[in-house]
Nanobody, 119 residues
Framework: VQLQASGGGLVQAGGSLRLSCAASMRAFRIYYMGWFRQAPGKQRELVAAITSGGSTNYADSVKGRFTISRDNAKNTVYLQMNSLKPEDTAVYYC??????????????WGQGTLVTVSS
């Protein structure tokens, strides 16, 4: 399983970015997918998750601003980030797991993509 995240960059506060994560595994549609982030000096945290059925979960800090979605035909999961704040600055990682608790541990991880939000 390989996960390739992209779409990070530098954006001003209030701006938007869309992250993409292209997955290589077969039967992508059965996997739960998650976006995590890790800011300097902080622990990694779950930002958003989407199940195989399309149910979603979000961290309280991003609710109403971020949207996770998936395109099973393209083996890709997205994170649309709007109204970005400086505190959203972090390395963002995508991850995958085969069912279970979407808020629990994930099995597969991609490399990170850096998001920097300037004030």
């Amino acid at each position: 399983v390989q996960l390739q995240a992209s779409g990070g960059g530098l954006v001003q506060a209030g701006g938007s970015l869309r992250l993409s994560c292209a997955a290589s595994m077969r039967a992508f549609r059965i996997y739960y997918m998650g976006w995590f982030r890790q800011a300097p000096g902080k622990q990694r945290e779950l930002v958003a998750a989407i199940t195989s059925g399309g149910s979603t979960n979000y961290a309280d800090s991003v609710k109403g601003r971020f949207t996770i979605s998936r395109d099973n035909a393209k083996n890709t999961v997205y994170l649309q980030m709007n109204s970005l704040k400086p505190e959203d600055t972090a390395v963002y990682y995508c991850a995958a797991k085969r069912g279970g608790n979407p808020l629990g541990a994930y099995e597969y991880w991609g490399q990170g993509t850096l998001v920097t939000v300037s004030s």
